[in-house]
C-alpha cells in the first residue's frame, strides 16, 4: 500500500509556472506507475499525465503537451509534475495517483492508490 501527497499548488497569473509535488510513503514507490489527473469544478476527472515505473516513458494529455512535464525521482519517492505556461484552463484540483496494474495509464480505473489533491487556480 502506498499512502500520496501532493502540494505545490497556487494561484497564478496566466503565462505563469508551477511545479507540483507528490510525496509517497513506503518503500516500494518504484514499484508503481504513476499519474496526475485534474478535476475542475463541475466536470469529470481527467487524464493529465503518466510515467512509468523506471521514468523511461511517459505520456500526455493532448491539452498539457508541449507545456507539462512530469517526471519523477525514486530515490526520494517523489513524482513532480513541472507545468509552464498556464493557462485558465488549466484550472482544477490536481490529483496524483499511483498503478501496480498492467492497465493503460490515461484511464483512472488503472489507479489503485490517490492523493487528496492540491488546487491549482490560473487567473486570467
Known amino acids: 500500500q502506498v499512502q500520496l501527497v501532493e502540494s505545490g499548488g497556487g494561484l497564478v497569473q496566466a503565462g505563469a509556472s508551477l511545479r507540483l509535488s507528490c510525496a509517497a510513503s513506503g518503500r516500494t514507490f518504484s514499484s508503481y506507475n504513476m499519474g496526475w489527473f485534474r478535476q475542475a469544478p463541475g466536470k469529470e476527472r481527467e487524464f493529465v499525465a503518466a510515467i512509468v515505473r523506471s521514468g523511461g516513458s511517459t505520456y500526455y494529455a493532448d491539452s498539457v503537451k508541449g507545456r507539462f512535464t512530469i517526471s519523477r525521482d525514486n530515490a526520494k519517492n517523489t513524482v513532480y509534475l513541472q507545468m509552464n505556461s498556464l493557462k485558465p484552463e488549466d484550472t482544477a484540483v490536481y490529483y496524483c495517483?499511483?498503478?501496480?496494474?498492467?492497465?493503460?495509464?490515461?484511464?483512472?480505473?488503472?489507479?489503485?492508490?490517490w492523493g487528496q489533491g492540491t488546487q491549482v487556480t490560473v487567473s486570467s
Open positions: 495517483a499511483a498503478s501496480a496494474l498492467i492497465r493503460p495509464l490515461i484511464y483512472s480505473t488503472s489507479y489503485s492508490y
